[in-house]
C-alpha cells in the first residue's frame, strides 16, 4: 500500500452516498474512498474485487494489508 489507512470514525458525506457501499462506476465517490482511506485507485479496486462493496469489509481489508505491510519490513 502506498500510504497509512487514515479514516475518521464519524464520516461527514454527502447525503447522495451510500455511505456502507462503494460504488466504482462514480468518479466522485472512488475518488472520495481513495481520499479517505488515503489509498490510489488501483487499491480501491483491488480492495473491492477482494471484499466486495462493503466499505466496513473494504476498510477491515485495507487495514490488514497495512499490518502485513509493516509486519514484513521489520
Request: glycine letters at 2%; aromatic letters at 6%; charged letters at 35%.
Amino acid at each position: 500500500m502506498d500510504k497509512m489507512i487514515a479514516m475518521e470514525d464519524d464520516i461527514n458525506l454527502n447525503k447522495d452516498w451510500e455511505i456502507d457501499k462503494i460504488h466504482l462506476e462514480e468518479v466522485y465517490e472512488v475518488e472520495a474512498w481513495c481520499h479517505m482511506f488515503g489509498i490510489s485507485i488501483n487499491d480501491l479496486k483491488r480492495a473491492v474485487d477482494t471484499v466486495g462493496t462493503s466499505a466496513i469489509k473494504v476498510k477491515e481489508y485495507l487495514r490488514q494489508q497495512s499490518l502485513k505491510a509493516r509486519n514484513t519490513s521489520r
